[in-house]
């Protein structure tokens, strides 16, 4: 069963919640610190999750994401080698988000100023709210 990682906007800290992927969209995720509901899903699979979760999941080495999480230029080269594992061009959000994690920026950061990433097939920003 997949961990998902999400960070809540009212403490700021990080958490993971084992969801399978069909509970995914209907489960209530709380903070498993301060028990807010305002919680996001992290950066990580979301990019893949609508067309390419189970080919990704086939490669096995996901799970490196999840200590990845503090070293966005790792992270970058592990969605790079993702990338080419796949075969195909990622498109141009993708690179985007490798762009600006190789500069620096938290994938916090990102999700915030990128806005479109998770924002559409389902993983809106206010599953929470019902
Ligand atoms: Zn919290």
Do not use: W
Request: proline share 5%; aromatic share 8%.
């Amino acid at each position: 069963m997949p961990t998902y990682p999400y960070i809540c906007r009212t403490c700021r800290k990080r958490f993971s919640r084992f969801l399978t992927y069909a509970d995914y969209e209907k489960a209530k995720v709380t903070c498993a610190h301060c028990g807010s509901p305002d919680v996001q899903r992290r950066i990580g699979r979301v990019r893949f999750a609508r067309s390419e979760d189970s080919r990704l999941d086939s490669l096995g080495d996901l799970g490196d994401l999840e200590g990845l999480e503090d070293d966005p230029r790792a992270m970058a080269k592990a969605f790079r080698r993702m990338s080419s594992e796949l075969g195909e061009d990622a498109g141009p959000e993708f690179n985007e988000v490798i762009n600006r994690l190789e500069s620096g920026q938290s994938p916090e950061e990102i999700e915030q100023e990128l806005p479109d990433l998770g924002g559409d097939g389902g993983f809106g920003d206010d599953f929470g709210d019902d």
